[in-house]
């Protein structure tokens, strides 16, 4: 476990490492693409929930969050983040910095008055960290997908209380 880990804000100047470590991370280009894209989506993008980890101010990790709504039967919009992508350079992986991105985000999504996080991934990670299948608030994937791998997670008491429906992603997600 490497200890001079920092976290912050990404800034301008960090744009172009993180795309680059999206590339290295997932071995293609969509994801560093997504996240150009999604930075450009004024309604989606939250500044504060675009964080990097660095290791003597060298970008090693990074993590998006971004505003997603939760369609309900007759229509009606709830506002959550879904937490996508996330990214530790290779050599780094498995000494925890994408313990402390999520850590990390939760607390700055609640300061922000965030209330809850949906995460399709891997059903063995994300539960460490709290998630639960969205099954259990009756909230779905916009396509098919094994209901362990489609998560939420409460970030206050009762954060996802009388919601359900079907999560409705930035039209960015589409492309990739
Ligand atoms: C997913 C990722 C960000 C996790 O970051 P990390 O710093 O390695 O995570 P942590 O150190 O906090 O946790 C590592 C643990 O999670 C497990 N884990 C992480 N991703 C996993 C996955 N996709 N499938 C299964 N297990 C996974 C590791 O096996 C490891 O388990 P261990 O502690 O028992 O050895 C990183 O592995 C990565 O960049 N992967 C490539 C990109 C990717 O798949 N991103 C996620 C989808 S958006």
Redesign the pocket.
Known sequence: MTNKISLRQETKDDFKKVFELNQI??GQEN?AKLVDALRKNQTAFVPELSIVATDNNKIV?HILFTKINIKDDTGNLKESLGL?????RPE????????QLIKKGFEVAKELGFKSVIVL??E??YPRFGFQSADKWKIKAPFEVPSNVFMAIELVTDGLRDISGTVVYPKEFETV
């Open positions: 991370a997932f994801e990790g996508a992508p996330m990214a530790v780094l992986q498995k000494s925890g910095i994408g313990g991934g891997h063995h990670y």
